[in-house]
């Protein structure tokens, strides 16, 4: 039983690392809030100022602010989506006692160590280039004309990219939970004649509604920042289509 001494002496212990913590985190915060209300120009120091509310005036009253939240919306939704709905199944894939399962698995994951810039550029240049793609070669050969996705789909093609990215995240997330299942559960629930997708909807998801979770949650956090996708391929264009947040 721990005492009040011992008490003590953890929170000592702990004591260092909750202040780093506490620095790395209130640092930031408070620079992000100290420059917000200053003009800041790293090229021009000498034109440094006090701006007061002019930098939140500005940015309310800009015609691509109410655009700029709709196009955020719709990425973080649509990410969520995705990497949920793809990530259930490709975990239930991967998870099944096939040979290769290792290298599957390592192969699902390398998405995810691929910097967002370099995996920004590789969908642009390598697959959604309309001269030298390889969607438009597809289509070239099949006799139809190349589409233009970064100029006719700008968002939906910002969308598929991110999505890309994060599928690896909520494919681990989601078999780490579905690897905590019982197996005994789903074998009573086979001889008692349940259908897999009954099995699946009234065993297996509730399972993963905690995982599910935390990959809405760490995810938000991290796509309402998103900046460095846009700005290599379709740079809040044409027009403000694919202006989010973080880009304006």
């Not at 100022?49 to 719709?74: D, K, V």
């Not at 998405?111 to 370099?118: A, H, K, L, S």
């Not at 280039?129 to 589409?147: D, E, R, T, W």
């Not at 197996?183 to 629930?189: D, I, P, R, T, V």
């Amino acid at each position: 039983m721990a005492t009040q001494s011992s008490r003590a002496a953890a929170r000592l212990m702990v004591a260092p690392s909750v202040i780093v913590l506490f620095i790395w985190m209130i640092v930031p915060l408070a620079l992000t809030v100290f420059y917000a209300f200053r003009i800041y120009r790293l090229l021009s120091p000498e034109r440094n100022g006090w701006a007061g509310l002019r930098n939140f005036s500005w940015f309310l009253n800009a015609p691509e602010f109410w655009i700029a939240i709709t196009n955020t919306l719709l990425l973080v939704g649509g990410v969520l989506v995705i990497t949920i709905v793809l990530g259930i199944l490709i975990a239930l894939l991967i998870d099944q006692p096939v040979w290769g399962q290792g290298p599957l698995r390592i192969l699902v994951i390398s998405p995810f160590f691929v910097m967002p810039p370099v995996a920004a550029s590789i969908w642009e240049n390598l697959f959604m280039h309309p001269q030298n793609g390889l969607f438009a070669a597809v289509s070239m050969g099949l006799g139809y004309k190349p589409i233009l996705f970064m100029e006719s789909y700008p968002m939906s093609s910002v969308i598929f990219i991110v999505s890309w990215e994060w599928l690896p995240f909520a494919t681990l997330i989601l078999l780490t939970a579905l690897q905590s299942l019982s197996s005994e559960q789903l074998e009573a629930a086979e001889m008692d004649g349940a259908p897999a997708i009954s099995r699946f909807r009234y065993i297996v998801l509730p399972h993963l509604t905690r995982a599910i979770t935390v990959v809405i949650l760490i995810q938000t956090i991290f796509l309402l920042g998103i900046f460095g996708e846009i700005f290599t391929t379709t740079q809040g264009g044409p027009g403000s289509a694919s202006t989010t947040l973080p880009y304006m």
